[in-house]
């Protein structure tokens, strides 16, 4: 598996040859197989596959596979926008060695970078500067970096990405949503039904919610595989003050707002199923959901605070004073929390104990945005740097 012509006998085997040979090989040797080229990537990404090297490694865990099952609605083999799920759930369960964690400067902008997004093979970028930045994934080498393509169009900051394998949805202070095609690079359509800023960006099954007051917008496609059509179909309503950060789990919505209250949402119905208030708290900036236990909710608090809420109970059951300024960003990766706040640090948690494991120092000003992947953490900052945090 060294070299290109080794790898390459690979792509003559048939599907289910290459997929029962792989079988016998260990997560990371799939990893390392899998990133030779697109082609071995795209078979490689079969959830049968990593459902398997799941129920390997929490066999003795059983309680932790029907958890993830549940999450992850079954197999989804056939689905190519969900093929990738079992090997995400796994990476993302199986623990980074922290002890190794190390930084490097991969990126900037000529203004702060404000938000970031993985999609697939690509990140993406967006910074006070009003451009977003496409990187490759498999190229975030230093020291010569630079990005794959630029989108212009925006006039103002751009606070939230989001997208599927053929779209890119941005948010902008300028008010607008734009939908980008990500083949062509250019953008299909702007919207404009909101008058503030747009905090927030989420997509499932072709359905988009973005946030920017205190109404989560719900938007549908009028033509059919046609996102540039979009319209507002439907508005929840219910937070008092701006909603500041969703997230999706299942079939769930949560969101956090200025209220000091965060709200879960289902899907199908559109009504709001609990609201979780906490008189201690103040205005949340950032939220998450999951991590080895899918009923608790990560929130991040502009009193520098972290409070883990159970969702069954709508209790608090963890306060921590995490941070010396707002904690501004949360992300879920590697079996840890991520915190990223405006002391300029960035610090890692055990989910289970919820003790602070290690604290990541390196950018000189605000952390605006975090996202994780497979095997690496990703952080932005007003200092105009993107740095990439992994294991050596």
Partial sequence: MESESDT?????????????????????????????????????????????????????????IQIAKRNNGGLTSSSSTARGRWKKTFLHTKGWDMSTFSCQWIGAHPMGVTSLYINNDLLFSGSHD???????????????????????????????????????FSGSNDHTIRVWDLKEKTCLSVLTEHNTKIFSLQI??????????????????????????????????????????????????????????CKLWDLHTLGCVRTITD??????????????????????SQDCRIKVF???EGKCVK??????????????????LFSGSFDHTIKSWDVRTFTCVNTLKGHKSYIHALSTGDDVLLSGSADKTIRKWCSI
């Avoid at 008189?279 to 991040?300: A, H, R, W, Y």
């Fill in 8 to 64: 390459s006998l690979f792509l003559f085997l048939p599907f289910d040859v290459l997929l029962k040979v792989s079988s016998y090989l260990t997560p990371q040797e799939v990893c390392i197989l899998s990133s030779s080229c697109k082609a071995l990537n795209d078979v490689l990404l079969d959830d049968y596959l990593w459902l398997s090297i799941f129920k390997d490694k929490w066999s003795l865990f059983p309680r932790m």
């Fill in 130 to 168: 009003t451009t977003i930045h496409a990187f490759k994934m498999n190229n975030l080498n230093p020291p010569n970096i630079t990005p794959e393509f630029v989108l212009h169009g925006h006039k103002y900051t751009i606070w939230a990405l989001t997208g599927n394998e053929q779209f890119l």
């Fill in 204 to 261: 499932k099954d072709k359905v988009l919610f973005s946030t920017g007051d205190s109404k989560i917008k719900i938007w549908k496609e009028r033509e059919k595989d046609n996102p540039g059509s979009l319209s507002v179909v439907h508005s929840l309503e219910g937070h008092t003050q701006s909603v500041n950060t969703t997230s999706i789990a299942g079939d769930l919505l949560f969101s956090g707002s200025s209220d000091k209250s």
């Fill in 279 to 300: 008189p201690s708290s103040s205005k949340i900036l950032s939220l998450t959901v999951g991590g080895t236990n899918p009923n608790l909710i990560f929130t991040g």
């Fill in 310 to 312: 159970d969702i069954r």
């Fill in 319 to 336: 306060d921590i004073r995490a941070h010396s300024w707002d904690v501004w960003q949360l992300s879920l990766g590697g079996g840890f």
